[in-house]
Antibody, heavy 119, light 109 residues
Framework: LQLQESGPGLVKPSGTLSLTCSVSGGSISGSSHHWGWVRQPPGKGLEWIGSSYYAGTTYYNPSLKSRVTVSVDTSKNQFSLKLTSVTAADTAVYYC????????????WGQGTLVTVSS | DIQMTQSPSTLSASVGDRVTITCRASQSISWWLAWYQQKPGKAPKLLIYKASTLESGVPSRFSGSGSGTEFTLTINSLQPDDFATYYCQQYNSYSSTWTFGQGTKVEVK
């Protein structure tokens, strides 16, 4: 399974960060996995953002819930992240990931994409 | 929310050392804990899941133990490739949320 993030590397403050993760080597549909996003500010630790089941049920980090939307497009075998009202604190490397709740681990990760929030 | 606290934040060690990293949960998480290794500029790599199950392909010098609220990652005979940052992670099946520890950097002594 391979995951690849894509989207703008620069977003203006108060704008919306939008990223897409393309999945190859496996299907999002019918899977028991959660498809999600993890971010890492420069020089800092990992933070789970949110995830979605293929059928559309979503789960979010309570600290980001008001600004985050994760959605799945099974026809394109992709899933997406939208983060609104961004500030410099949202500058980070964003990873897409396949999460496996049944064994509570994240085995498959994208390579990560740096998104900078700056005017 | 369940909080994960790792210690130490930084650990200085030499090749051949036995290294132990601790992760504590703010409430019992049974054995729903995973450990990851991350090197600069790379995505995290799964090492151990369900507290003590070694991921396929991971060297046997890595081991995990614990249950409930206290967990440890042990690296026996530290190798040059093991200098990296290590994270614990828990999954709360009631809220379907995931939380990482703040990380432990293993550096050259």
């Amino acid at each position: 399974l391979q995951l690849q993030e894509s989207g703008p590397g620069l977003v203006k403050p108060s704008g919306t960060l939008s990223l897409t993760c393309s999945v190859s080597g496996g299907s999002i549909s019918g899977s028991s996995h959660h498809w999600g996003w993890v971010r890492q500010p420069p020089g800092k630790g990992l933070e789970w953002i949110g995830s979605s089941y293929y059928a559309g049920t979503t789960y979010y980090n309570p600290s980001l819930k008001s600004r985050v939307t994760v959605s799945v497009d099974t026809s394109k075998n992709q899933f997406s992240l939208k983060l609104t009202s961004v500030t410099a604190a949202d500058t980070a490397v964003y990873y897409c990931a396949r999460q496996t709740p049944s064994v509570a681990h994240i085995k498959d990760w994208g390579q990560g994409t740096l998104v900078t929030v700056s005017s | 929310d369940i909080q994960m606290t790792q210690s130490p934040s930084t650990l200085s060690a030499s090749v051949g050392d036995r290294v132990t990293i601790t992760c504590r949960a703010s409430q019992s998480i049974s054995w729903w804990l995973a450990w990851y290794q991350q090197k600069p500029g790379k995505a995290p790599k799964l090492l151990i899941y369900k507290a003590s199950t070694l991921e396929s392909g991971v060297p046997s010098r890595f081991s995990g133990s614990g249950s409930g609220t206290e967990f440890t990652l042990t690296i026996n005979s530290l190798q040059p490739d093991d200098f990296a940052t290590y994270y614990c992670q828990q999954y709360n099946s009631y809220s379907s949320t995931w939380t990482f520890g703040q990380g432990t950097k293993v550096e050259v002594k």
